[in-house]
């Protein structure tokens, strides 16, 4: 019965749409969502349309470039059927949209393996690597910013404060290679390569901990001087609270809320960094299949990678805009009265 | 040391003195600050007129230099070929900076359009073109940009079209929520009221008033871009093998780390010593443009 049903989906629309007018959570949610799942599909269309539509010939890019003289005629058309390139590109992109929703990207085509494979085997080395490296990058930031606020000596908070913008413009390839240079060759630490063990983790971790350090410090350090001039400060300490007291009880607590707002800035810069430091110490991962899906244009390879990198980003701000109101009492107050939350969408 | 000025006359050899001793003030309060004007004023001539700088050339090795650690004669040594890599260096220069100086316009100026436009537009325009830069911000730069040089080519002049690219969204988002505080101020309104066409107020009244914050943006980008290229030259995106690219420096002096280490270290301080002076300048232009 097409009409029965057609009215049951009107009814359940326009309840929907009711609970979406008169309830300013449900409208949050529903933006916020809406808003990570374009941000998937549109990154999607755009590596589609750069890297299947974009050039000339689809073709060339499969073939090594040196070789692409070589490939002609039938085995020109037997690529291209296999790869779907004969079929328009709206065909093409339907169907690949439709496999991708399904989570599957194609074959790689330097292995054959599937894209999904090929990126669930390397996962793992880098989510290790970035989750010791977050870790590290914490701990710096943390200190610094304890540190700068809570000495009173003008030249140290000076000198500390400088540190971060520092570590920002440092490239992360010259951190691995003096890195290299000081603690592999020079001192014989650790080894230079390789990813067995322990010892083959710090110098990678150290790398990429660095550069992820800065915006975070940089941040910290911002809030916690924010956190310091307000006014409950100034009444911890009237009813005597020590400054170490205040630091870890108050502003300590305050001040790291902020700093979610930039988790997918660390993200990025995590995934950025990866491939620069996996491509440097040889390691496995994610970072270094990029590079060398790129530089040999493994196009759905490619393409896998960065909707995957795009959808985790997506993914995290979503899950910072939705968890900020839970954390802070004041956007849930303003939630609730329904204005547009300040500073939770990153 | 006092100078006293003839309080008769305070002629102009009195004001020379009073700037002289201005300039000697900033020098000696903030000392990190001129140097790194000094170190971007290098870079910048070493990019503009190599030939002043060295006599070598930056492609031609001299077999009894090979691997020559840093000396008076090779002050940033000499590499498996025996080119000097001080003279690499300063020729290297013109090719990154003037990678980084394209990368940073388009940026500016397409940035500074799309973000104009949506937040003079507003509504559905602006809404769907922020939500566009939403997914320029959800791909890593790097990432980005490294696609970007595959499909179209590897080159330097390709890898300042994709870092332009790469950064277009931050100046778009600072563009347009800055064209809308100026859109809301008393002034867009009297010229409204006073009939003054829409393409008029935004040339002569919203573009400029909303310029300054982008303009800082661009100063603090110039470090960003810079290293950019050279992470993308040092991954082996940009100029191929004998071009002196700072980044593809690096990279070939990575092999011989453990043996020669001068030749990746030396250039790499040297682009090191210009992004975080590059750095240290825009921080400073900001705060004076606070003040």
Known sequence: ?346 | MTVIAPPAAPSFAADAVRSARHTLGVVLRQPALVLAWLIVAIAVGWAVAPGLFTSLSPYDGNPDAIFTPPTWEHPFGADRLGRDLFARAVYGAGTTLSATLVAVAIAFIFGTIIGLAAGYFGRFADTAIMRLVDVLLAVPGLLLAMVMVSVLGYSTRNVAIAVGIASIAGFARVMRAEVIEVMAQDYIRAADALGVSRARAVLRHVLPNSLNSVIALAALEVGSAILAVASLGFLGYGAPPPEPEWGLLVAEGRDYLGTYPWIAIMPALSLAAVVISAHRISVSLRKERRS
């Open chain 1, 1 to 346: 019965m097409p009409k029965a049903e057609s009215s049951v989906f009107a009814r359940w629309r326009a309840s929907g749409a009711r609970l979406i007018q008169r309830h300013p959570v449900a409208r949050y949610l529903t933006l916020k969502v809406g808003r990570a799942v374009f941000v998937i599909w549109a990154t999607f269309t755009a590596t589609f349309v750069l890297l299947y539509v974009f050039p000339a010939d689809p073709v060339d890019l499969l073939v090594d470039p040196a070789a692409v003289g070589q490939v002609r005629g039938e085995l020109r058309e037997q690529l291209a059927a296999t790869y779907g390139f004969d079929k328009p590109p709206l065909e093409q992109y339907l169907d690949r949209l439709g496999h991708a929703l399904t989570g599957d990207f194609g074959n790689s085509v330097t292995s054959g393996k599937p894209v999904g494979h090929a990126i669930a085997e390397t996962l793992p080395h880098t989510l290790v690597l970035a989750a010791l490296a977050l870790g590290a990058a914490l701990l710096i930031a943390f200190a610094l910013a304890v540190g700068a606020t809570a000495t009173r000596r003008p030249w140290l908070r000076n000198f500390l404060t400088s540190l971060p913008s520092a570590a920002v413009s440092i490239p992360s390839f010259m951190v691995a290679i003096l890195l290299l240079q000081v603690f592999a060759f020079t001192f014989g630490w650790f080894p230079a390569f390789g990813d067995q063990g322990w010892r083959t983790m710090v110098l990678p971790v150290a790398t990429l901990a660095l550069p992820v350090s800065g915006p975070i410090a940089q941040l910290l350090i911002r809030s916690f001087e924010a956190e310091l001039g307000a006014s409950y400060i100034a009444t911890s300490r009237a009813k005597g609270a020590t400054r170490t007291r205040i630091l870890t009880g108050d502003v300590f607590r305050n001040a790291s809320l902020p700093a979610l707002t930039i988790a997918g800035i660390v993200f990025g810069n995590l995934i950025a960094g990866s491939v620069i430091t996996e491509t440097v110490f040889s390691r496995q991962g994610v970072g270094r299949l990029t590079q060398t899906a790129i530089s040999s244009l493994d196009v759905p390879l490619v393409q896998g990678v960065v909707v995957l990198v795009a959808a985790a980003f997506a993914a995290i701000n979503l899950a910072v805009d939705l968890l900020y109101p839970l954390l802070d009492p004041r956007i849930r107050v303003s939630l609730a009265q329904g204005s547009a939350p300040a500073g939770a969408s990153a």
